[in-house]
Protein backbone atom coordinates (compact mmCIF):
# COMPACT_ATOMS: atom_id res chain seq x y z
CA UNK A 1 0.00 0.00 0.00
CA UNK A 2 1.38 3.48 -0.98
CA UNK A 3 2.13 5.49 2.16
CA UNK A 4 1.66 9.66 2.22
CA UNK A 5 3.32 11.92 4.47
CA UNK A 6 2.05 15.52 4.68
CA UNK A 7 2.64 17.98 7.16
CA UNK A 8 1.40 17.40 10.55
CA UNK A 9 -0.15 20.96 11.14
CA UNK A 10 -0.41 24.58 9.32
CA UNK A 11 -2.05 27.79 10.14
CA UNK A 12 -3.71 30.83 8.25
CA UNK A 13 -5.76 33.39 8.48
CA UNK A 14 -9.13 33.73 6.72
CA UNK A 15 -9.42 34.95 2.93
CA UNK A 16 -6.05 33.37 2.37
CA UNK A 17 -4.97 30.59 -0.32
CA UNK A 18 -3.79 27.61 2.04
CA UNK A 19 -1.91 24.81 -0.25
CA UNK A 20 -1.42 21.74 1.57
CA UNK A 21 1.69 19.52 -0.35
CA UNK A 22 1.19 15.38 0.40
CA UNK A 23 4.40 13.21 -0.90
CA UNK A 24 3.18 9.63 -2.32
CA UNK A 25 6.85 8.36 -3.66
CA UNK A 26 5.73 4.86 -4.08
CA UNK A 27 2.40 5.67 -6.13
CA UNK A 28 1.37 2.75 -8.20
CA UNK A 29 0.39 2.96 -11.67
CA UNK A 30 -3.96 2.82 -10.98
CA UNK A 31 -3.63 4.65 -7.55
CA UNK A 32 -5.94 8.00 -7.60
CA UNK A 33 -5.02 10.77 -5.11
CA UNK A 34 -7.97 11.13 -3.24
CA UNK A 35 -8.49 14.07 -0.45
CA UNK A 36 -10.91 14.02 2.61
CA UNK A 37 -11.28 16.61 4.82
CA UNK A 38 -12.45 15.80 8.90
CA UNK A 39 -14.35 17.46 11.63
CA UNK A 40 -14.65 16.39 15.31
CA UNK A 41 -16.65 13.43 15.88
CA UNK A 42 -17.69 13.25 12.31
CA UNK A 43 -16.94 10.98 9.56
CA UNK A 44 -14.38 12.19 6.62
CA UNK A 45 -15.95 14.05 3.53
CA UNK A 46 -14.60 13.70 0.11
CA UNK A 47 -12.80 16.87 -1.36
CA UNK A 48 -11.38 16.18 -4.50
CA UNK A 49 -10.27 13.15 -6.29
CA UNK A 50 -7.50 12.94 -9.16
CA UNK A 51 -4.98 10.96 -11.22
CA UNK A 52 -2.99 13.37 -12.79
CA UNK A 53 -2.23 17.12 -14.26
CA UNK A 54 -5.33 19.36 -12.57
CA UNK A 55 -8.65 18.77 -11.18
CA UNK A 56 -10.90 21.83 -9.85
CA UNK A 57 -14.02 21.85 -8.63
CA UNK A 58 -16.36 24.03 -6.29
CA UNK A 59 -14.32 24.06 -3.31
CA UNK A 60 -10.71 22.94 -4.08
CA UNK A 61 -7.92 22.02 -6.83
CA UNK A 62 -6.03 19.42 -6.76
CA UNK A 63 -2.43 19.74 -8.50
CA UNK A 64 -0.71 16.20 -9.31
CA UNK A 65 3.13 16.93 -11.15
CA UNK A 66 3.87 14.53 -14.28
CA UNK A 67 6.10 11.90 -12.26
CA UNK A 68 2.90 11.99 -9.44
CA UNK A 69 5.08 11.72 -6.06
CA UNK A 70 3.48 14.42 -4.87
CA UNK A 71 0.09 16.10 -5.08
CA UNK A 72 -1.05 19.60 -3.67
CA UNK A 73 -4.64 20.78 -2.39
CA UNK A 74 -5.46 23.72 -2.84
CA UNK A 75 -8.21 25.45 -0.94
CA UNK A 76 -8.68 29.16 -1.76
CA UNK A 77 -9.55 32.06 0.06
CA UNK A 78 -10.20 29.80 3.18
CA UNK A 79 -12.75 30.65 6.22
CA UNK A 80 -13.03 29.63 9.70
CA UNK A 81 -15.37 27.17 8.84
CA UNK A 82 -12.67 25.06 7.00
CA UNK A 83 -10.87 24.34 10.44
CA UNK A 84 -10.64 20.57 10.15
CA UNK A 85 -8.09 17.69 9.64
CA UNK A 86 -7.21 17.32 6.14
CA UNK A 87 -6.31 13.37 4.68
CA UNK A 88 -4.48 13.07 1.50
CA UNK A 89 -4.78 9.28 0.48
CA UNK A 90 -3.58 6.85 -2.17
CA UNK A 91 -4.95 4.14 -3.63
CA UNK A 92 -8.11 2.50 -6.09
CA UNK A 93 -9.75 0.33 -3.64
CA UNK A 94 -9.12 0.49 -0.25
CA UNK A 95 -7.73 3.03 1.51
CA UNK A 96 -4.93 4.25 4.10
CA UNK A 97 -5.40 6.84 6.09
CA UNK A 98 -1.93 8.96 7.48
CA UNK A 99 -2.52 11.14 10.71
CA UNK A 100 -3.94 13.86 8.33
CA UNK A 101 -2.37 17.52 8.39
CA UNK A 102 -4.76 20.02 11.29
CA UNK A 103 -5.19 22.98 9.64
CA UNK A 104 -6.07 26.17 11.86
CA UNK A 105 -7.84 29.09 10.04
CA UNK A 106 -7.71 31.84 12.50
CA UNK A 107 -9.45 35.38 12.22
CA UNK B 1 -25.46 14.06 5.52
CA UNK B 2 -23.50 12.03 3.12
CA UNK B 3 -26.90 9.62 2.74
CA UNK B 4 -24.62 6.76 4.72
CA UNK B 5 -26.44 5.68 7.96
CA UNK B 6 -25.02 4.29 11.02
CA UNK B 7 -26.84 3.38 14.36
CA UNK B 8 -26.40 3.51 17.36
CA UNK B 9 -24.39 6.95 17.11
CA UNK B 10 -22.84 5.88 20.26
CA UNK B 11 -22.61 3.12 22.50
CA UNK B 12 -21.51 2.30 25.95
CA UNK B 13 -20.48 -1.12 26.87
CA UNK B 14 -19.25 -3.55 29.98
CA UNK B 15 -15.92 -4.96 29.26
CA UNK B 16 -16.69 -8.64 28.19
CA UNK B 17 -19.84 -7.84 26.51
CA UNK B 18 -20.96 -8.07 22.45
CA UNK B 19 -21.65 -5.47 20.77
CA UNK B 20 -22.99 -5.13 17.11
CA UNK B 21 -22.97 -1.71 14.34
CA UNK B 22 -25.64 -1.77 11.34
CA UNK B 23 -24.39 0.64 8.97
CA UNK B 24 -26.97 1.56 5.50
CA UNK B 25 -25.27 2.87 2.65
CA UNK B 26 -26.28 4.65 -0.11
CA UNK B 27 -28.58 2.22 -1.83
CA UNK B 28 -26.95 2.13 -5.21
CA UNK B 29 -23.60 1.65 -3.67
CA UNK B 30 -22.34 -1.82 -4.51
CA UNK B 31 -18.95 -1.66 -2.15
CA UNK B 32 -18.85 -0.87 1.74
CA UNK B 33 -16.06 -0.27 3.94
CA UNK B 34 -15.83 -0.49 7.90
CA UNK B 35 -12.83 1.63 9.67
CA UNK B 36 -11.88 2.11 13.60
CA UNK B 37 -10.12 5.92 14.59
CA UNK B 38 -9.08 6.41 17.72
CA UNK B 39 -8.38 9.46 19.60
CA UNK B 40 -5.88 11.60 16.82
CA UNK B 41 -5.15 8.85 14.38
CA UNK B 42 -6.60 8.80 10.95
CA UNK B 43 -9.28 5.89 10.01
CA UNK B 44 -7.86 2.20 10.10
CA UNK B 45 -9.26 -0.12 7.57
CA UNK B 46 -10.80 -3.07 8.49
CA UNK B 47 -12.75 -4.90 6.16
CA UNK B 48 -14.71 -4.33 2.50
CA UNK B 49 -17.60 -5.87 0.51
CA UNK B 50 -18.45 -5.70 -2.71
CA UNK B 51 -22.41 -6.49 -2.70
CA UNK B 52 -22.54 -9.23 -0.70
CA UNK B 53 -19.11 -10.39 -0.67
CA UNK B 54 -16.42 -9.63 1.63
CA UNK B 55 -13.14 -9.12 -0.61
CA UNK B 56 -10.74 -8.28 2.10
CA UNK B 57 -11.16 -8.81 6.10
CA UNK B 58 -7.37 -9.51 6.89
CA UNK B 59 -7.42 -6.47 8.47
CA UNK B 60 -9.62 -6.90 10.79
CA UNK B 61 -7.84 -6.88 14.37
CA UNK B 62 -8.91 -10.05 15.53
CA UNK B 63 -10.93 -12.98 15.66
CA UNK B 64 -13.24 -11.26 17.81
CA UNK B 65 -14.47 -8.90 15.32
CA UNK B 66 -16.48 -10.13 12.30
CA UNK B 67 -18.28 -8.43 9.85
CA UNK B 68 -21.96 -9.34 7.55
CA UNK B 69 -23.29 -7.73 4.39
CA UNK B 70 -26.01 -11.10 3.98
CA UNK B 71 -28.43 -9.32 1.20
CA UNK B 72 -25.33 -6.98 -0.09
CA UNK B 73 -27.16 -3.86 1.29
CA UNK B 74 -27.12 -3.04 5.30
CA UNK B 75 -24.02 -4.99 6.82
CA UNK B 76 -23.09 -5.29 10.97
CA UNK B 77 -19.89 -5.09 12.36
CA UNK B 78 -20.12 -7.81 15.82
CA UNK B 79 -17.80 -7.53 18.54
CA UNK B 80 -17.52 -9.93 20.99
CA UNK B 81 -16.10 -9.99 24.17
CA UNK B 82 -15.17 -6.24 24.04
CA UNK B 83 -12.58 -5.11 25.82
CA UNK B 84 -10.99 -1.70 26.72
CA UNK B 85 -9.07 -1.21 24.22
CA UNK B 86 -11.94 -1.70 21.47
CA UNK B 87 -13.08 2.09 22.36
CA UNK B 88 -12.90 4.30 19.51
CA UNK B 89 -14.97 5.56 16.96
CA UNK B 90 -16.93 3.11 14.01
CA UNK B 91 -17.31 4.30 10.70
CA UNK B 92 -18.87 2.90 7.96
CA UNK B 93 -18.51 4.37 4.21
CA UNK B 94 -20.46 3.06 0.70
CA UNK B 95 -19.01 4.01 -2.66
CA UNK B 96 -20.03 3.01 -6.55
CA UNK B 97 -17.47 1.20 -8.02
CA UNK B 98 -17.17 1.75 -12.04
CA UNK B 99 -15.23 -0.01 -14.22
CA UNK B 100 -11.89 2.10 -14.97
CA UNK B 101 -13.39 4.63 -13.35
CA UNK B 102 -12.21 6.75 -10.42
CA UNK B 103 -14.20 6.22 -7.05
CA UNK B 104 -14.92 8.09 -3.63
CA UNK B 105 -16.63 6.66 -0.37
CA UNK B 106 -19.09 8.57 1.17
CA UNK B 107 -18.72 8.08 4.97
CA UNK B 108 -21.32 7.87 8.11
CA UNK B 109 -21.52 9.74 11.26
CA UNK B 110 -20.13 6.42 13.17
CA UNK B 111 -20.64 5.02 15.94
CA UNK B 112 -18.65 6.02 19.23
CA UNK B 113 -17.99 2.84 21.62
CA UNK B 114 -17.01 2.94 24.99
CA UNK B 115 -15.83 0.05 26.88
CA UNK B 116 -16.21 0.37 30.86
Known amino acids: LAKTTQPISMDSYEGQEVNITCSHN???????ITWYQQFPSQGPRFIIQ???TKVTNEVASLFIPADRKSSTLSLPRVSLSDTAVYYC????????FGKGTMLLVSP | DTGVSQNPRHKITKRGQNVTFRCDPI?????LYWYRQTLGQGPEFLTY????????KSRLLSDRFSAERPKGSFSTLEIQRTEQGDSAMYLC??????????????FGPGTRLTVT
Open chain 2, 93 to 106: ASSLILTGGSYEQY
Open chain 1, 26 to 32: NIATNDY
Open chain 1, 50 to 52: GYK
Open chain 1, 89 to 96: LVGYSTLT
Open chain 2, 27 to 31: SEHNR
Open chain 2, 49 to 56: FQNEAQLE
